[in-house]
């Protein structure tokens, strides 16, 4: 490489006109592939000479080249140098910088590049935390965690700067490296600076590495609601964020059928989808400049503090925070008395150790189950368990955990947790009745994040009348009633399995697998509102389809889907609920109908089938004001793990489109016994307990039951309150 690019300099230097550029990042390139750590200084100090003689200072590429000077300064220890080089690539991107004092930070004003100003004050960061290392000095500590403040600062004007998920996504992952960074700084080194027990740095960065997109999302839905926007003009938007979806699900899921997909039919819809992009962009700045109370609270998105938390907390509730590190564990504890935080070292077998976990319960792998789920527990639940609360004789409330997973602990039932050893298995039998279950003494409810919940929790206290105790229950079943049900069924099933990653809902002959314990379901429920004279809805088999769910779900308090869950682990465009498929007729204007009309004509197929899967992305443009959404379904709560974001799953959909609560499934669950299980779970509900206290009921109820393992029950879980 070295040589190759030599010569590319020599035919540079040989062609007088606007080379000298092209010099310079060759000269990069040079220190890029040099071993010799001085080679490489002299290769970047060349970059940078050259490259001013043609541009100037004020420059990002002269910016970039002193960072990476300053890096191999840092290799050599050598911090005050390295320092001093950082100031320098800072004052190549922001004017009138003072670049001589290297404890003298820029401002995030009149910056020309945001990227790589966010790289100079990560590494600046790094440098002034090792040179405290050394000689403890605390200007360097103070630096370097004002360092990782300016960039959690910037790292949110780049979000603002950025319209697409895409993009935010590719950003989280970034970000979540420097929260990581600064956690761990700050989580070492607190005592030198601070006596609270939860450093609030710390925790606003373990905040902000957590459920982004899903907060962004709320918070655009209220502030059109609050920017007086005219009708036309939503209208407008939400027909092309249907579109969009329509255009990448489609996309996917041509792509998805291997050698037999159709090139042509996939570049049109990208070059469609481009010029969608496109015409959305010009629409979201027309909304930001012409109504700036809409861009005001659009962005006003504050990280809840934990004073803020502690105030919102009832006496026997306590929100678990945990931060996955490549290290350690991190584990803030916030309840109404107490904010504790507390760091574990991460045990080097985790991952193995989680996924172990996970099989040992749905492969019913009892020996297992029992060793992993105390190791969990001892690692997870033990460390602050002084701080939990507990049940006393005077107040017979069970006292809550509230759990914000981060990482690897998405994936995990925490109510399934073994608090003191299991007992060993018997021939034949395995006591999973005599398990003493975390659930056993806490109700236990989720959150993507702990700002997440605690917006949620003000948008709830201002509700001011609830809808009334309606009901609407789907069950597609899957059946077959007659020859064309049969022919459709087998038509949508064939479809999906050339994508599906998880899921045993398609059978080997290429049909859905039935579920006949959700009609039993939706019935009973149904029944239990009948008895109290509430209004209740339940749609069965072809009645059970995806258009009529959008419809008549708009003012119902509670639903229920009880369905089959399919999921990609790569492509959440795909991944979504399986309702009953229809035939659509050619009048039917419904947006979602209209959309799969149009992909099923371009194919020429003789009867147009509408896309039974409800996917996430589609699920943000529906129109829901439940209190309650349960999703009796297979792998609902599970999906694509993003770093920054979280679990990318069908159930959050769900959470943008207006649901306040949810319980959705970590993995594949049993017919029969959720059947019984959301049946308890809405007799609870309609006896007056909470939701966290009715799935905590109806799983005790069902755990005594015999027979029954965690696999049973362990899987559903609350996000909400």
């Known amino acids: 490489a070295i040589q190759y690019i030599q010569k590319a300099i020599n035919i540079y230097e040989n062609n007088a006109i606007n080379s000298k550029v092209n010099i310079a990042n060759m000269y990069s390139q040079l220190s890029k592939y040099s ?3 001085q080679d490489k200084q002299s290769y970047l100090q060349k970059a940078i000479t050259i ?23 840092f290799k050599q220890n050598n911090y005050v140098v390295a320092l001093q080089t950082l100031q320098k690539a800072t004052s190549c991107l922001t004017k009138h910088f003072v670049a001589h004092n290297i404890y003298v930070l820029p401002t995030l004003k009149d910056h020309t590049s945001a990227q790589h100003l966010l790289d100079i004050l990560t590494l600046k960061g790094s440098i002034l935390y090792q040179y405290f290392i050394e000689n403890e000095a605390l200007i360097n500590l103070e630096t370097a965690i004002k360092c990782y403040e300016l960039a959690m600062q910037l790292i949110e004007q780049i979000r603002q700067s950025y319209q697409m998920d895409a993009s935010k996504l590719a950003l989280g992952k970034t970000a979540t490296q420097i929260y990581e960074s600064g956690i761990r700084i700050i989580l070492t080194t607190h005592n030198y600076l601070t006596s609270t027990n939860i450093p609030p740095l710390a925790f606003q960065f373990c905040e902000k590495a957590k459920g982004n997109l899903l907060l962004d999302a709320l918070q655009d839905t209220l502030a059109k609601t609050s920017a007086s926007i005219p009708t036309a003009l939503l209208a407008e938007q939400q027909q092309l964020q249907i579109e969009l979806t329509y255009l990448e699900k ?15 039919l996939i570049e049109q819809w990208q070059s469609e989808l481009f010029d969608n992009h496109q015409k959305y962009q010009t629409l979201l700045k027309k909304l930001e400049t012409n109504y700036p109370n809409y861009y005001q609270l659009k962005y006003d998105t504050q990280t809840v503090n934990v004073e803020q938390l502690q105030s919102n907390l009832q006496s026997q509730q306590i929100i678990i925070n945990y931060f996955v590190s490549t290290t350690h564990i991190h584990i803030f504890a916030i309840s109404p008395q107490v ?20 099989k040992s319960i749905t492969q019913l792998r009892y020996t297992n189950y029992a060793a992993l789920g105390k190791q969990l527990y001892d690692l997870l639940i033990a460390p602050i368990q002084k701080y939990l609360p507990t049940s006393s004789s005077n107040n017979n409330n069970t006292p809550q955990l509230i759990i914000i997973p981060h990482g690897l602990l998405s994936y995990l039932p925490f109510e399934a947790l073994i608090g003191n050893e299991a007992p060993a298995p018997m021939p034949g039998i395995s006591p999973y009745d005599e398990i003493d279950y975390l659930l056993n003494h806490f109700e236990i409810s989720y959150h993507y994040s702990a700002t997440l919940w605690y917006y949620q929790q003000q948008k709830q206290q201002q509700v001011i009348s609830p809808p009334s105790p309606s009901f609407a229950g789907f069950a597609p079943i899957y059946d077959v009633a007659s020859n064309t049900t049969a022919n459709i ?5 064939t479809a999906c399995r050339s994508w599906v990653t998880r899921s045993d809902a398609i059978r080997s002959d290429g049909t859905w697998a039935s579920l006949p314990h959700s009609e039993i379901e939706v019935k009973n429920i149904e029944q239990l509102f ?12 072809t009645e059970a389809t995806k258009v009529r769910f ?26 979504g609920l399986v309702f009953y498929p229809e035939e659509l007729p050619t009048n039917n204007n419904s947006s979602m109908a209209s959309s799969n009309q149009k992909e099923r004509d371009t194919d020429n197929t003789p009867t147009p089938i509408n896309d039974p899967i409800l996917s996430m992305e589609e699920t943000y443009h529906l129109n829901i ?27 959050r959909g769900f959470i943008h489109a207006g649901a306040k609560n949810l319980i959705s499934t970590l993995f594949k669950v049993y017919d029969k016994p959720s059947s019984l299980l959301t049946q308890y779970l809405f007799e609870a509900i309609l006896a007056g307990h909470s939701y966290a206290a009715a799935l905590r009921k109806a799983k005790l109820k069902l755990m005594d039951m015999e027979g029954v393992s965690p696999k049973s029950w362990c899987g559903f879980v609350l996000i909400g309150k």
């Open 339 to 358: 904010a504790e935080q507390v760091s574990i070292e991460q045990p080097q077998n985790f991952e193995k150790m989680m996924k172990r976990f996970l």
């Open 550 to 575: 959008a419809k008549v779900t708009k003012n119902v308090k509670y639903i229920l889907i009880a369905a089959h869950g399919l999921v990609n682990d790569e492509n959440t465009a795909l991944s």
């Open 625 to 651: 004001n439940a209190d309650l959404v349960v999703l009796s379904s297979c792998n609902s709560g599970i999906g694509k793990l993003v770093k920054g974001e979280g679990m990318m799953a069908v159930n």
């Open 35 to 37: 071993n010799n750590i």
């Open 489 to 493: 069924l087998q038509t949508t099933a």
């Open 250 to 264: 489609s996309i996917q899921q041509q792509a998805a059928k291997g050698k037999d997909k159709n090139e042509a």
């Open 530 to 541: 009948d008895n109290q004279g509430f209004d209740a809805s339940i749609y069965l088999r």
């Open 51 to 73: 490259h001013i003689s043609c541009t100037g200072t004020q420059n990002p590429s002269i910016a970039h080249y002193y960072t990476k000077l300053s890096q191999t300064y």
